[in-house]
């Protein structure tokens, strides 16, 4: 069965950290570029970070210089480590892997406040 399963989401206060986690199952994870998303209430969802297969990173403006994405192939999980957390980072926060088509995790809430 395919599965994105994304964890680490949390209340945090405005500077502070999170990392998020996804691990995927029954896909051949090494081979497909991963990425997170976010939508907040009543905006689309929006790029956030994604890593290729051979971990070469791109980041949303919005982001670089807070967030890293990584990967390890071997536990098939792809992470988002967010530094200086602000509020405008609240969000649900959604685990992609892409090959020929797009696999979505469930979502993992972010929220920060004070």
């Known amino acids: 069965q395919v599965q994105l399963v994304e964890s680490g989401g949390g209340l945090v206060q405005p500077g502070g950290s999170l990392r998020l986690s996804c691990t995927a199952s029954?896909?051949?994870?090494?081979?497909?570029?991963m990425g997170w998303y976010r939508q907040a209430p009543g905006k689309q969802r929006e790029w956030v970070a994604i890593?290729?297969?051979?971990?070469?990173?791109n980041y949303a403006d919005s982001v670089k210089g807070r967030f890293t994405i990584s990967r390890d192939n071997a536990k098939n999980t792809v992470y988002l480590q967010m530094n200086s957390l602000k509020a405008e980072d609240t969000a649900v926060y959604y685990c992609?892997?892409?090959?020929?088509?797009?696999?979505w995790g469930q979502g993992t809430q972010v929220t920060v406040s004070s």
């Open positions: 992609n892997a892409r090959l020929r088509f797009d696999i």
């Open positions: 890593i290729s297969s051979g971990s070469p990173t």
């Open positions: 029954g896909i051949m994870f090494s081979i497909y570029t």
